[in-house]
């Protein structure tokens, strides 16, 4: 199985800052690298797939870049409403792994 | 409305069974892998199970093969896990989800695209 590795696994910030989670591949995912944003009690929801393409819906101030095995997202101007856990996944191949998550707090 | 809905959660003794559903509407169940990932209280994601469009490959996690054993059926557009010999790390929320994709002019890519609400499981005696 490909291990997926983040870092930081949390951090803190201040509404405005701007906030980057990076993620690494135990060995080449291309660019199928997808993220995740969890609000607490509730279930994961897709947030970018493709690497850097942002799903329907999700702000602008979210983007993501990388490719190969380094990758990271970026929050340009932290809100109060990113507090949540991120995940990093890879859909290279099954089974598609998470990373350990990077909670956001502010 | 597309959605996958857990049922089965619940309570059990160490060594005990349970048997999670997951109940697929508005979209073509049997066109779509499915997954099984736990989520233990305070902790990450993990993956448990992956099963095929067709059912006719299964993975397990190394955590659970041999005691989980995960099923789907067409005809009712639902997805199974039973789960066997439990222990208490198995306490977790469980999430039944769409192994799907994202459609862009000229591609597909892969992803975890539709999630239950999750349904919780404990094992303690």
């Known amino acids: 199985d490909i291990q997926m590795t983040q870092s930081p696994s949390s951090l803190s910030a201040s509404v405005g800052d701007r906030v980057t989670i990076t993620c690494r591949a135990s060995?080449?995912?291309?660019?199928?690298l997808n993220w995740y944003q969890q609000k607490p009690g509730k279930a994961p929801k897709l947030l970018i797939y493709a690497a850097s393409s942002l799903q329907s819906g999700v702000p602008s101030r979210f983007s993501g870049s990388g490719s190969g095995t380094d990758f990271s997202l970026t929050i340009t101007s932290l809100q109060p409403e990113d507090c949540a856990t991120y995940y990093c996944?890879?859909?290279?191949?099954?089974?598609?792994?998470f990373g350990q998550g990077t909670k956001v707090e502010i | 409305e597309v959605q996958v809905v857990e049922s089965g959660g619940g309570s059990v003794q160490p060594g005990g069974s349970l048997r999670l559903s997951c109940a697929a509407s508005?979209?073509?169940?049997?066109?779509?892998?499915m997954k099984w990932v736990r989520q233990a209280p305070g902790k990450g994601l993990e993956w448990i199970s992956w099963i095929s469009n067709s059912g006719s490959t299964i993975i397990y996690a190394d955590s659970v093969r041999g005691r989980f054993t995960v099923s789907r059926d067409i005809a009712r557009n639902s997805l199974f896990l039973r789960m066997t010999s439990l222990r208490a790390e198995d306490s977790a929320v469980y999430y039944c989800?769409?192994?799907?994709?994202?459609?862009?002019?000229?591609?597909?890519?892969?992803?975890?695209?539709?999630w239950g609400q999750g349904t919780m499981v404990t094992v303690s005696s």
């Open positions: 508005g979209f073509t169940f049997k066109s779509y892998s």
């Open positions: 996944q890879q859909a290279d191949s099954i089974p598609r792994t």
């Open positions: 060995q080449s995912v291309k660019n199928y």
């Open positions: 989800v769409r192994d799907g994709f994202v459609e862009t002019p000229g591609a597909t890519w892969p992803a975890l695209d539709l």
